[in-house]
């Protein structure tokens, strides 16, 4: 049973920090690319960053470049996002999901769409 289990979410003040977790099981980490998505209410899903498994290749969207940093630590069978000078328009819910293939496209080419297994969430709110 492929399983993703996210966490480290919470409240936090901008300009504060959090590293979220999602933690896998039911299948070999390094063989699959993960990817890190948010939504917020009355929003669509969108991708935040991305960690491929072929070269542990990074992809981060534009509005978190250089504040969040994606990474894996496959014997622990986790995947991680640090998440610094957190801002306001980054509260939403934080879902870790597994790349439908092993093969494929690059990080940067994916959408939520290529992603089949996802975990259920975890709350980020980043507010005064």
């Known amino acids: 049973q492929v399983q993703l289990v996210e966490s480290g979410g919470g409240l936090v003040q901008p300009g504060g920090s959090l590293r979220l977790s999602c933690a896998v099981s039911?299948?070999?980490?390094?063989?699959?690319?993960i990817g890190w998505f948010r939504q917020a209410p009355g929003k669509e899903r969108e991708g935040v960053s991305c960690?491929?498994?072929?070269?542990?290749?990074?992809y981060y969207v534009d509005s978190v470049k250089g504040r969040f940093t994606i990474s894996r630590d496959n014997a622990k069978n986790t995947v991680y996002l640090q998440m610094n000078s957190l801002k306001p328009e980054d509260t939403a819910v934080y879902y870790c999901?597994?790349?439908?293939?092993?093969?494929?496209?690059?990080?940067?080419?994916?959408?939520?769409?290529?992603?089949?297994?996802w975990g259920q969430g975890t709350q980020v709110t980043v507010s005064s």
């Open positions: 039911g299948f070999t980490l390094d063989y699959y690319t």
């Open positions: 999901a597994r790349k439908r293939t092993w093969f494929g496209p690059a990080c940067e080419n994916l959408g939520p769409s290529d992603f089949g297994s």
């Open positions: 960690i491929s498994r072929r070269d542990g290749s990074t």
